[in-house]
């Protein structure tokens, strides 16, 4: 990730090792972060609580560090209706019971990276995955989630960035509810 950033100023460690990624891929801690760089994270912030998006959840990894990455994932919510869900479950079975409902919970594939869950009118609606690349082994799990019932879409426009194709895999209930509702 470092060696994709923008050149930069000499920084003090404190905005190489603590601080988020502005426009630009400029990284400032907040107290060296300009009223404009403050005035901008501030209002993503406001608006995700305006929204609940986060439900009262941190910003996942990624929008943690990254302001961009806040404003695409905030966007990307709004027009799916979706708010983080809060679990721990690393499988895919939190879609169908909307809790872990195994003893050991497992993640498929390399292609879960990035992972997080979503909610729609407070019921699992989808597991987003957020990897830096597809193998062929990944695109043959994929298939198969999509045989056993699961809509899986894959694009390029998630709201991680930097670099990263986004696999959705929605409830088909959901899905559909979604589909009706654009």
């Avoid at 060696?3 to 920084?11: F, H, R, S």
């Avoid at 919510?77 to 169908?96: M, S």
């Avoid at 609606?125 to 597809?134: D, G, M, S, V």
């Avoid at 899986?152 to 899905?175: F, I, L, N, P």
Wanted: negative net charge; glycine residues 10%.
């Amino acid at each position: 990730m470092i060696d994709q950033l923008a050149p930069a100023e000499d920084l003090p460690s404190c905005c190489k090792h603590h601080g988020l990624f502005y426009p630009g891929r400029i990284r400032r801690c907040r107290r060296h972060a300009t009223p404009e760089q403050q005035n901008l994270a501030a209002d993503i912030d406001a608006h995700a609580d305006e929204l609940g998006v986060l439900n009262g959840e941190d910003w996942p990894y990624g929008p943690n560090i990254d302001v961009e990455s806040r404003g695409r994932l905030l966007d990307w919510a709004e027009h799916h209706q979706l708010r983080l869900a809060r679990t721990q479950c690393q499988g895919l079975h939190w879609l169908a019971r909307g809790r872990c409902g195994v003893r050991v919970c497992n993640r498929l594939g390399h292609w879960m990276d990035h992972v997080t869950r979503w909610n729609r009118f407070g019921e699992p609606a989808l597991i987003l995955a957020q990897p830096y690349r597809l193998h062929g082994d990944d695109m043959v799990e994929l298939g198969q989630l999509a045989a056993d019932g699961l809509h899986v879409w894959v694009h390029t426009h998630g709201w991680y960035g930097w670099g990263t194709v986004a696999v959705e895999v929605w409830d088909r209930q959901a899905w559909e509810q979604h589909i009706r509702a654009s």
